[in-house]
């Protein structure tokens, strides 16, 4: 191998490797950001083992709102325990009932648990129903409050806009450069 073909290769490598960082940044903002609020959903980041092993803690699970009569057993649907507590869980329905006023109640636990949780969860407490999740991706949310991850977003954004300027005026500078006729190689 000579020289040259070592370093074309080398340079190759290396495009590929940042283009690959790219498109995981591009999927993590996809998945944390974009499709949430387009859909109108609520990213959470999952802070405890209780829903071990399908959703670790540091996971990302996003939450879609959901009419309380769409809720089956087997669901997992995220619940604010206290009405004056931002605290919220995400677990399973493992059954549904009545509370003692007639109304639905589910009964719910975590997939880690051995016993459902104490109390049982009322249709005004639930904020949604699990869309989907990404294992991970929740640390990164849970590190910056709102203010901070809108900042960091902008951030983001605008960084990968300089590089593809970069990237672009690059490209753009080598084709001017290269005498008419040459084919690279």
Do not use: C, K
């Given at each position: 191998?000579?020289?040259?073909?070592?370093?074309?290769f080398l340079?190759?490598?290396?495009?590929?490797?940042?283009?690959?960082?790219?498109?995981?940044?591009?999927?993590?903002?996809?998945?944390?950001v974009v499709?949430?609020?387009?859909?109108?959903?609520?990213?959470?980041?999952?802070?405890?083992?209780?829903?071990?092993?399908?959703?670790?803690?540091?996971?990302?699970?996003?939450?879609?709102?959901?009419?309380?009569?769409?809720?089956?057993?087997?669901?997992?649907?995220?619940?604010?325990?206290?009405?004056?507590?931002?605290?919220?869980?995400?677990?399973?329905?493992?059954?549904?009932?009545?509370?003692?006023?007639?109304?639905?109640?589910?009964?719910?636990?975590?997939?880690?648990?051995?016993?459902?949780?104490?109390?049982?969860?009322?249709?005004?407490?639930?904020?949604?129903?699990?869309?989907?999740?990404?294992?991970?991706?929740?640390?990164?949310?849970?590190?910056?409050?709102?203010?901070?991850?809108?900042?960091?977003?902008?951030?983001?954004?605008?960084?990968?806009?300089?590089?593809?300027?970069?990237?672009?005026?690059?490209?753009?500078?080598?084709?001017?450069?290269?005498?008419?006729?040459?084919?690279?190689?």
């Amino acid at each position: 191998m000579t020289e040259r073909s070592r370093d074309s290769f080398l340079d190759g490598f290396r495009r590929a490797g940042e283009w690959m960082l790219l498109a995981v940044a591009f999927a993590a903002v996809l998945a944390a950001v974009v499709l949430p609020r387009a859909a109108g959903a609520m990213p959470y980041a999952v802070l405890t083992g209780s829903m071990r092993p399908a959703m670790p803690p540091g996971t990302l699970v996003v939450v879609r709102p959901v009419d309380p009569a769409d809720i089956d057993v087997g669901s997992v649907i995220t619940f604010q325990p206290r009405p004056d507590d931002p605290t919220v869980v995400t677990h399973r329905v493992v059954g549904i009932g009545f509370d003692a006023t007639g109304e639905t109640a589910f009964r719910t636990q975590g997939d880690a648990n051995d016993a459902p949780d104490g109390a049982m969860v009322r249709p005004v407490q639930v904020l949604g129903e699990r869309w989907y999740s990404v294992p991970y991706l929740g640390y990164l949310t849970d590190l910056l409050t709102g203010r901070q991850r809108e900042l960091a977003i902008q951030l983001a954004v605008g960084a990968l806009l300089l590089y593809a300027l970069v990237m672009f005026a690059g490209a753009t500078r080598d084709r001017l450069r290269r005498p008419q006729g040459t084919a690279r190689a």
